[in-house]
């Protein structure tokens, strides 16, 4: 099951994106003619200071993304690490950069803390970059683990996919929408078996004010995109749709809906045929495959809701 992933979901490992409003996929050869003439002047609002290098030395990479880098940092006066998401203002080449951005912050100092939330510091801005200092977690991606383990036991896959909704829970109680979970998005705190799960990014998060309110923006990575999202018309329930897709991965090791092209993974999506004839889907319980049918239901309206599916996932784990 190992080269499963490795053919499938790791080829797609494609960073969060922000599709056009005008059309279903981005066109990275055009683009508009402001974007040469846009400079981001201040993005963070009332941020710690201008200069991190005041009270923290970056050290080690640790990873990169398409506005920056992520480094690891020490704080000077007390030695204790942190990791430290640097953002490029070159790269904010829009008002809408700035503004998600923006929102990011917000919603990070905004969500409580929470054992599998990566916890918030603080955020610095000078003339060039943004500094986000936050949790250091040292054990790796879930995607990895997953690459490593092929798949989960169902028992394993069901305790993660729970920590997940825990996240997703708190969110949506604070007026949150993730809008791109996805295995490449949760960290481990370290390398130990059982170490603490945490959500790491929100540059796509975004607020709700009523469990009612729509949203047309498609966003997101496109194998954990929900129905939708792509008809642009979703709310909160797009969540609990992402997280069944993670399931369903943790369970065997490859996405439910899968392409060669982003395209091709938007009509199977649309299309919402689950398979679960092939190994191991016969030695999952009934229950399971009925807990990944329900989180995947093409209905938003009909899909479980979080409490839902917490409560099935009790159920679940009281079998094993």
């Given amino acids: 099951m190992g080269g499963c992933i490795s053919s499938a979901a790791k080829a797609g490992r494609v960073l969060s994106s922000r599709f056009s409003s005008r059309r279903p996929y981005p066109d990275y050869n055009k683009a508009p003619r402001k974007l040469a003439t846009f400079r981001a002047a201040a993005v963070v609002k009332d941020p710690s200071g201008n200069n991190i290098h005041e009270k923290y030395t970056l050290q080690k990479e640790l990873g990169r993304g398409e506005f920056g880098i992520t480094y690891e940092c020490v704080e000077k006066e007390t030695g ?27 919603i990070m100092r905004h969500l409580p803390k929470h054992p599998n939330i990566v916890a918030f510091k603080e955020a610095y801005e000078d003339k060039e970059q943004i500094y986000l200092v936050m949790e250091l977690c040292e054990g790796g991606e879930l995607f990895d683990r997953i690459v490593a383990k092929g798949h989960y036991t169902e028992r394993a896959a069901v305790m993660v996919t729970k920590t997940i909704l825990e996240v997703v829970k708190v969110c949506n109680e604070h007026g949150v929408i993730h809008r791109d979970l996805k295995p490449e998005n949760f960290l481990f705190a370290d390398a130990s078996e059982n170490s603490d799960l945490k959500a790491i990014d929100f540059g796509l998060s975004i607020f709700f004010e009523r469990v009612d309110e ?6 997101g990575s496109p194998y954990y995109m929900a129905p939708e999202v792509l008809r642009r018309n979703y709310g909160p329930e797009i969540d609990v749709w992402s997280s069944g897709v993670i399931l369903y991965i943790l369970l065997c090791g490859v996405p439910p809906f899968w392409a060669e092209t982003e395209e091709g993974i938007a009509q199977a999506i649309v299309r919402g045929h689950l398979d679960f004839s092939r190994d191991p889907w016969p030695k999952v319980s009934k229950e399971a495959k009925s807990l990944v049918k329900s989180m995947l239901d093409q209905n938003p309206y009909s899909r479980l809701t979080i409490q839902e599916v917490l409560g099935n996932i009790i159920e679940l784990i009281l079998l094993y």
């Fill in 80 to 106: 204790e690490k942190f990791a430290c998401k640097t953002i490029s203002k070159a790269k904010l080449r829009t008002e809408i950069d700035v503004e998600d951005v923006r929102r990011e912050v917000e």
């Fill in 214 to 219: 729509r949203f047309n923006e498609i966003v």
